[in-house]
């Protein structure tokens, strides 16, 4: 445990599987405080198994971001905490070869909202919470680089993360402050949505993260990193 790391907290938004999950348990060995969130209420899930050993360090939340009430509920419940980081995990997929000719208008409104619109509602809600020279830092993706879209295909999941991207970016310019703000990319990662084909191991993925959020940390301004802290194109 470092000595920096002593006092910290940080909020993992969606951390009840998965990369979240990951990035809980990775700031809980590097000694932070972690309130971790979860949709729903479940006595048997992996995250609420980590208060047996973690007790003192973790705190859960229950709250769906696509609720407005619950993400106000949410900042009732942290009301006197001082957050050093506020990492928003959430993300849904399409079908990968479906074009957004083929797409519904539902299919769009589900993955707009869950990876957009709902991730900001939560940063507009709680950034008050969070320390002048904190990180707020959201899941992107490599498929919402605009600049490196050469491909097509995944043709929804890639507009909602350019479009989180965007609203990040919009959010930077008019209140960003001397906060650090990320747009991370965690790579391929052998989880739900990544799949078992995928390149990196949950446990590879979040720590490079966490290495890059301590490495920025303190650096005004918004980046788009990847979980080895290099700069990709917007």
Known sequence: MSSNSVNKTAVIIGASRGLGLGLVQEYLKR???????ERANNPSSSLRNLLTSHSSQ????KIDINSTNEISMLKTNLKGESIDLLFVNAGVMD???QNVGEASTEEFNRLMITNALSPMRVIETLADLVK??????????????VTANTTGTTELYRASKAALNMFLKSYAARAGAERTLLAM??????????????QLEVETSVRGMAD??????????VFFVNYKNAIMPW
């Open 31 to 37: 000694g932070w405080r972690v309130i971790g969130t």
């Open 132 to 145: 002048i020279k904190g990180t707020i830092a959201v899941m992107s993706s490599g498929l919402g680089s």
């Open 212 to 221: 890059a959020i301590e490495t920025r940390n303190a650096q005004a301004g």
């Open 58 to 61: 973790l705190r859960i939340e």
């Open 95 to 97: 079908e990968r070869t």
């Open 185 to 198: 990319i965690p790579g391929w990662v052998k989880t739900d949505m990544g799949g078992p084909g995928a």
